[in-house]
């Protein structure tokens, strides 16, 4: 895990970038609290190293209007997974990704980060904190918690 305090060294950036494209499930997780720097983070990050930044939260929501509350729960991966097939990258960012999250999509984090990191690699913001080996979004009593191991993946804690 790499620590930042808004200092990117992109030296320690692309080393990790490295690491989790060479990984059965090429992720790599920017781990923050809402504030903390992720975006620019992740703005920083497209520029240098010409990568694709796409806000998940705009483009799913769009394509999610139209459908009916069980549409959405059944076809949510398969359009986060067009979405970035769209971008015709091997890298892409993705960040506004708290949708996920909302509990009427049923959706299974790490099943889906999994799912869609397998065949390229995905920088992905994830508005929460690490406690040990864990990732955590919301807080305990929020329809929202989520706790998951993450010892798989490569985490930058910002």
């Known amino acids: ?3 930042s305090q808004n200092n990117f060294d992109m030296v320690e950036i692309e080393s990790a970038i490295s690491k989790a494209g ?21 703005r920083h990050i ?24 069980q549409q959405r729960k059944l076809k949510v991966s398969d359009i986060i997974e067009d979405i970035l097939d769209e971008q015709d990258a091997v890298r892409i ?12 999509l049923k959706v299974n984090p790490i099943g889906l980060l999994k799912n869609i990191s397998r065949n390229r690699l995905i920088i ?10 864990h990732l955590t979004y919301a807080y305990r009593g929020h329809p929202e918690y989520q706790r998951v191991l993450v010892k798989e993946f490569a985490v930058i804690a910002v």
Request: net charge negative.
């Open 124 to 133: 992905w913001a994830w508005n929460g904190g690490i406690e040990g080996d």
């Open 93 to 104: 960012g993705v960040d506004n990704t708290e949708i996920i999250f909302e509990p009427s």
């Open 46 to 69: 497209s520029q240098k190293m010409e990568i694709p930044l796409i806000n998940l939260g705009l483009l799913l929501s769009r394509q999610l209007l139209s459908l009916t509350v």
């Open 1 to 3: 895990m790499i620590e």
């Open 22 to 42: 060479s990984a059965y499930h090429k992720l790599l997780l920017l781990v923050g609290k809402s504030g903390a720097g992720k975006t620019p983070l992740l």
